[in-house]
């Protein structure tokens, strides 16, 4: 298995994962977008909440905030070795903030406070509710290390994706032009004796198959490369997109080698 | 208010629209605005153009 | 249990006997249960 990464920043990756299988692809997808915990807000205690919005709403906004996690320092509740709640499963965050008589203002996620330095909104500039005047909002939030699979307040991996690697053959092509006017995504061009496609552009294929139908001699065809794949993939702020996809390859590595201990003892 | 992650992809985007929000009124072209602020899917894009702001609206009834 | 008249904010004791559901002070006829001072908790989802 190979990767040739083509893009990556902290936030979102495009690589190219040849000499594998379909399964391990899909595999990697599924285990980034519900089998990596992160930390989320996940039970409220509402002092006072004078906003417009139900205590049930503003929970809700609060719980989909991402939290920047640091995968070896927490563990889901159910995993953990206490009996109810220590500072390894649950982390507390504080939001207390009151508009004034003359003005509203509106509250943003950096309004929140964390017990734990290193647990803070990924993003400070997510507004969470307008307050009017004299409206105020005084609450508690209890967060907890999840699973995507149970909500999506946990999911890490945001749009994870692959599809398989375009393989356009050009053979006998007569330069009509036909193939370059009808791809919609502009990746053919004339070359000087037929039409090229540039190595970059190729990735960006969508396999619609356009051009052969357009092609009147049979020149041109579009097949998919079965055993390489084209990923992209984004994170939501609680890990960088190099943890994120650490991590998950690291939570199959466990799930299959539990299989395996599971196997050997039947 | 504006929905926090996109409803179909979980991408954060309500940290993009006091900016979409400021430059729409400004006169800003929307869809140059969007692909500005990295909101490159139409799931998240949909939110942005079809969403309307009820604070102002409900204020006066709490 | 106390309730909050919406026009003159005032606390009043709904007095289901006789008046019904109206303001002592006021007469007006809207009144609003005020938010219990208990805290509540909730789950996020």
Known sequence: MEIDVLELSDRSAKFILSNTTAAFAN???????????????DDVNVYNNTSVLYD?????????????????DFVPQDECTCEDG???????????????????????????????????????NIPIIELKVNQKVVLEGVAHMGYGRDHAKWQAGVACGYKNLPIITIDGCDRCGACVNVCPRNILCLGDKFVEVSDE??????????CQDACEIDAISVTE????????????????????????????????????DILSTL | MFP????????????SWEA????????????????????????CRRIFLAHVELVDIMAPYQ | MDYKCTRCKRTVEIDYQFTGIRCPYCGHRILVKERPTSIKTIKAE
Do not use: H, W
């Open chain 1, 86 to 124: 220590c500072p390894a499963c649950v982390i507390s965050l504080t939001l207390s903030v009151e508009a004034t008589a003359d003005e509203g203002r509106m509250v943003y996620s950096g309004d929140i406070v964390s017990s734990d330095p290193k647990v803070q909104p990924a993003e400070m």
């Open chain 1, 56 to 72: 049930e709403q503003l929970a809700l906004r609060l719980g989909l905030i991402p939290l920047v996690t640091s995968f070896d």
């Open chain 1, 27 to 41: 595999g990697l997808r599924r285990a980034m977008l519900a089998d990596v915990p992160t930390l989320a807000i």
């Open chain 2, 4 to 15: 926090v992650r996109c409803f179909t992809c979980g991408k954060v985007i309500a940290s």
């Open chain 2, 20 to 43: 979409y929000k400021q430059r729409i009124a400004d006169g800003e072209d929307k869809a140059a605005v969007l692909d500005d602020l990295g909101i490159t899917r139409y799931c």
């Open chain 1, 225 to 260: 490369n079965e055993s390489s794949f084209i990923f992209t993939m984004e994170s939501d702020g609680s890990y960088t997109v190099n943890e994120l996809i650490i991590n998950a390859v690291n939570t199959i590595k466990r799930k299959a080698s539990s299989m395996g």
């Open chain 1, 201 to 210: 552009s190729r990735l960006n294929c969508s396999l619609c198959g356009l």
